[in-house]
Each structure stands twice: as structure tokens, then as C-alpha cells.
């Protein structure tokens, strides 16, 4: 398999999920998650048309922004931000996934401010009991984006989830329902309908992310094959 061919077979997915669910496959992003993958394997995704790319660790991405600095990619930071790690990823990254507290936003919006740029942004909300997964949690949801929405700098754009991870991918469905609900009541009671995207789905579940309203997918395996993990 090369990453020419996955791109086809994952694009003809993507299209085959929205037909089911009467929707366009425009409205469907494809975040190539490139995280311990090479800088080879980007530039070999985006000579087949891949602009967007999603990293988890700021350090790598960095390393891997600044060789292709050159090239029109469009950078996520799809993992945990920790906040030392701000000042650092808002010279990188145009889209952030991952603010999950009152604190970060604060954060990054004052390093914005800073430098004078502006970054979209989601509010990462935890679905599950998992301790492993990062995100607000529901009860604090409101609260969250009720001060997101008075921000200059990072321009909330919806919401993301990481849910459990399941063998039978209808049991993640509710999780991604859920998301849209809360999407849906924010839009009503916060954002005056301006949160119109859903960052969830991954290579395994992504089908049913989109036939829930996902608008970015963020596929890894997907695309790039298993990772190496050892970083050779």
C-alpha cells in the first residue's frame, strides 16, 4: 500500500460516508495525522493533494514546521497543550483542537494578542470516564465557552472529542452524537450559531463521525501506515 493509494481509498470513504448521510463530501476536511511519521511521508501525502496536517507534540512539530516552511500546509494541533508549551505552538499551528480550560484559552489568547495573530479554535470536551483522555468536562462546557466567546485572538469554531476506542464502531456513535447535541445548544445559547465544525473520527471510526456531522477527520493510520514508535 502506498499513501498515493491510501488517499484514494480513504477519499472514496469519506464520499461513500456522506452519500449515506446526505451530505456533501465537501463538507468533510481530512487532517492527515503525521505525528512520528517522517517529514518524507508529508511531503509524499501532500504531492497527492493533502494540505492539512495534525500533530500531537509541539517539540516535533516545530522540528518538522520549520524544514517545511516552505510548503502551504495548514497546521493542527490535535494533542494535549500543555501551557508552557503555548508560546511555542502559536508561531506553529493555525487550528488548535485541544482547549480544555478556562486557563489555556487565557493563555494562548494573551500569546496571541502578543504576536498579532489569530488561530481557530476547538473546545476539546471529554465523553468518557477514561482517565487518559483530556477535554472539559460537561458541566463545565458552558462555562468554558461562555469566555471562549468573548475572545479576540483564538476563534472558537466548534467542538472535539476523543472517544473510547471500541472494536464494534456503532458503540462510539453515541459519543459522537452527544457532540453534536452539545454543539447544537451551544449554538443556541452561546455562539449565535458561529460554531459550525466537529473535529471527531479517527481511521477506525470515521465513517460513523461523519454520518453524525464530523467535518474534520483526523486519519494517521489511515494514511501513513502503522507508526514507528521507536522514532527511526
Known sequence: MTIASNIERIKKRVKAACKRANRSPDEVKIVAVSKLHPVEKIIEAYSNGLRIFGENRV?????????????????HLIGHLQ??????????????????????AEKVEKRLE?????????????????ETKHGVLIEELDNLARFCRNLNYVKIIGLMTVPPYFDDVE?????????????????????????????????HDFEVAIEEG?????????????RNYDGN
Open 114 to 130: 502578543k504576536i498579532g495573530k489569530t488561530i481557530k479554535g476547538f473546545i476539546q470536551v471529554k465523553l468518557s470516564e477514561e
Open 83 to 104: 501551557k508552557n508549551k503555548v508560546k511555542y505552538a502559536v508561531n506553529i499551528f493555525d487550528f488548535i483542537h485541544s482547549i480544555d480550560s478556562i486557563e489555556l
Open 59 to 75: 517539540q516535533e512539530a516545530k522540528e518538522k514546521f520549520e524544514i517545511l516552511k516552505d510548503y502551504q500546509i495548514e497546521w
Open 171 to 203: 458503540k462510539v456513535r453515541p459519543y459522537f452524537v452527544k457532540l453534536r447535541e452539545l454543539r447544537d445548544k451551544l449554538n443556541k445559547e452561546v455562539f449565535e450559531n458561529s460554531l459550525t465544525e466537529l473535529s471527531m473520527g479517527m481511521t
Open 214 to 226: 464530523a467535518t474534520y477527520v483526523r486519519i494517521g493510520t489511515g494514511i501513513f501506515g502503522e
